[in-house]
């Protein structure tokens, strides 16, 4: 990587290496691995834009141009995680007397709260796993990815985290145990109904003799068979299943299946906390976001409002 030149405003303008100064605020945090990769992920790009850019002593208006920048061609939520890598970095570098925090006082941008994905009606969801071939092992093992995630609102991240092992009995009930967001550990679980442990164990049965600290879902490609997927291939898996039903939109992925299963979870009555419970939220302020849009669509302003006008 090629070194930039830092002068300090708390030293005497000392120069320092930037991977050398990168290796040192790694070995500072005390984060996850993943969180890790973001925080340099989001130095380095500033680097990038310094070099690009002929800039040798970035300031505090460096980094609102900086923001501009980004806001261009980025949306908020990611130039938020920018800016959170930048804000963490130059806060160790002050403490450390490296260079000033040249980040405070600098705002996120204003993120919308609405959601970027659209749901999936009920008949939708069955449309789409009706067309998946389960005669293969690739197939029974889509149709059960696509059906666990359905009817449990599972992120991508906890279905390539689920081991074999991690499905058990709680009080008679079929569970999956499964690490979430922002999780070291398998402490929250997910009941599985019937059609889904139906799908799940037709999946093993076709794949063969396997251990409880297997994948519960492998990969059958040639590089990596038998080996734990990756989110992105969970998410083509269900993207295609979309696409092959006929669903075909930029706002249908595979997030849209947690989408579908909140959404049509309070549009059965159940209580906000229960589907906050069951959707894993660390605030209830989200479900309440989805609670907005089932209210609204069972609001029938717009339908007295069109019988008064045209009837």
Known sequence: MKAVQVKSEITQCKTIEISELLNKFIRYVDVSPSSVRAYVFGVQAFIRYLSENGISAPTRNTILEYKKTLSATKSASTVSLHLSSLRRFFAWCASENLYSNITSGVKNPRIDTGHKRDALSAQQLKKIMNSINRNSLKGARDY????????????????????????????????????????????????????????????????????????????????????????????????????????????????????????????????????????????????????????????????????????
């Not at 039903?245 to 549009?267: D, E, F, N, P, Q």
Request: include cysteine; charged fraction near 20%; proline fraction near 1%.
């Open 144 to 311: 059960a990815i696509f059906a666990l995630t359905a009817a449990t609102g599972l992120r991508t991240c906890e279905i390539i985290r689920a081991d074999i092992g991690d499905i058990r009995t709680v009080q008679g009930e079929n569970v999956l145990f499964v690490q979430g967001k922002g999780r070291s550990s398998k402490t929250d679980f997910v009941k599985l109904s019937v059609p889904v442990v139906r799908a799940i164990k037709a999946y093993l049965k076709q794949r063969g003799e396997v251990s409880e600290n297997e994948p519960l879902f492998a990969s059958v490609s040639r590089r990596n068979n038998g080996g734990r997927m990756t989110t992105r291939s969970i998410s083509r898996i269900c993207k295609g299943a979309m696409i092959s039903a006929g669903y075909v939109s930029k706002r249908w992925t595979a997030h849209s299946l947690r989408h579908s299963s909140i959404t049509l979870a309070l549009m059965a009555g159940i209580s906000l906390q229960e589907v906050s419970q069951f959707a894993r939220h660390s605030n209830i302020s989200v479900t309440l976001i989805y609670a907005h849009d089932v209210e609204r669509l069972k609001s029938r302003c717009e339908s007295a409002i069109s019988t008064a006008l045209f009837d």
